[in-house]
C-alpha cells in the first residue's frame, strides 16, 4: 500500500522560500514529483525526479523551484525560492503506478499515486 504524505506548506511573502517535503511509504523507487492546482485552474506539473536523480521542472519554475530526494529514497524535498503569488497553489506530491525508466511527461492521468496536499500561499 503506496501512501504519500506532504508537509512544509504555509504562508510568505513575495521573495520569500519555503521547503516542502513528502515522505513515502510502499514506494522507495522509481519517479517522483510534485504537481500543483491554483483555484480554478488545473491541476499542473512541477517537478519530476527519477531513480537516477534526472529532473525535470515545468518552465514557469526552472530557477527558482529544486526537487531532491532523500537517501533513503523516503523522502522527497522541493525547495521553493523567490516565490511570487502565481506559486499560490495545493501542491501534492505524486508517483507514477507503473515504475517506469526516467518520469512520465506532466500529464496528471499518468501519475496514480497521491498525497493530500499542501497549501502554500504567496502574497
Known amino acids: 500500500h503506496v501512501q504519500l504524505v506532504e508537509s512544509g506548506g504555509g504562508s510568505v511573502q513575495a521573495g520569500g522560500s519555503l521547503r516542502l517535503f513528502c515522505t513515502a511509504s510502499?514506494?522507495?523507487?522509481?519517479?517522483m514529483g510534485w504537481f500543483r492546482q491554483a483555484p480554478g485552474k488545473r491541476r499542473e506539473g512541477v517537478a519530476m525526479?527519477?531513480?537516477?536523480?534526472?529532473?525535470n521542472y515545468a518552465d514557469s519554475v526552472k530557477g527558482r523551484l529544486t526537487i531532491s530526494r532523500g537517501n533513503a529514497n523516503h523522502t522527497l524535498y522541493l525547495q521553493m525560492d523567490s516565490l511570487t503569488p502565481d506559486d499560490t497553489a495545493t501542491y501534492y506530491c505524486?508517483?507514477?503506478?507503473?515504475?517506469?525508466?526516467?518520469?512520465?511527461?506532466?500529464?496528471?492521468?499518468?501519475?496514480?499515486?497521491w498525497g493530500q496536499g499542501t497549501q502554500v500561499t504567496v502574497s
Open positions: 525526479i527519477d531513480s537516477d536523480g534526472r529532473t
Open positions: 505524486t508517483a507514477p503506478r507503473s515504475v517506469t525508466y526516467g518520469c512520465p511527461p506532466f500529464i496528471v492521468s499518468s501519475y496514480g499515486y
Open positions: 510502499g514506494y522507495t523507487s522509481g519517479c
